[in-house]
């Protein structure tokens, strides 16, 4: 009986000194980069594809809810702005991150599917007048209707045509913080 409990001691702890310096490398959440910029973790909210300098897709998928170190400073290409992650040349879009944020235009309730309510933040309803966060495109539902995702990790979705037009965006794109407020919202046109 001694020796099972001496044996499963001694295989505790070489498993745990196997792993002592691996959970070092992995509990980093800021590294210095080589062009005074920092990486910084963060959940993708959306699924993204990941793109190159050019803003080509390099058909590498980055699911939503999952962490990854991407540099604080987002880059634009081609006119949006992109997260580039740590380590690599990949991009991943800011909204799919970050978000955009948009006023409700019509009472609206939660949904996990298609025909399903669920809650966000303790409620199941949002009214017109208020403003929420949306992540990435909108997805098509098997009804046919387009949702964008507010929440997660659990499915929350409300119909896109509850939403008006961006309202800002919720990238940090510049370090100033005089300038930062002025390119991160979209200016409304003079009438």
């Known amino acids: 009986m001694i020796m099972m409990k001496n044996k499963a001691l ?10 002592a310096p691996l959970a070092a490398l992995t509990s980093t959440t800021q590294a210095a980069s080589t062009d ?34 991407v540099m604080t400073t987002p880059v634009k290409i081609n006119g949006d702005f992109y997260y580039r992650i740590y380590g690599s040349n990949q991009y991943i879009k800011a909204t799919n991150i970050d978000g955009v944020t948009r006023k409700i235009t019509h009472n609206t309730y ?15 309803k949002l009214y017109a007048g208020q403003t929420v966060t949306t992540y ?3 997805y098509k539902f098997r009804n046919g209707k387009h949702y964008f995702r507010v929440g997660g990790p659990q499915k929350q979705y409300i119909k896109s045509y509850n939403l008006g037009p961006v309202i800002s965006v919720n990238t940090n794109v510049n370090t100033n913080s005089s300038s930062s407020q002025e390119t991160t919202q979209k200016k409304r046109p003079l009438l």
């Open 110 to 124: 939660i949904y996990r599917s298609s025909n399903g309510r669920t809650s966000y933040n303790g409620r199941w």
């Open 136 to 138: 990435g495109g909108s």
């Open 36 to 69: 005074a910029d920092t990486a910084i973790t963060k959940t993708i909210m959306h699924t993204s594809m990941g793109y190159d300098k050019n803003g080509k897709s390099t058909g590498n998928k980055y699911y939503a809810y999952r962490t990854v170190n």
């Open 10 to 19: 001694l295989i505790s702890a070489t498993a745990l000194m196997a792993v």
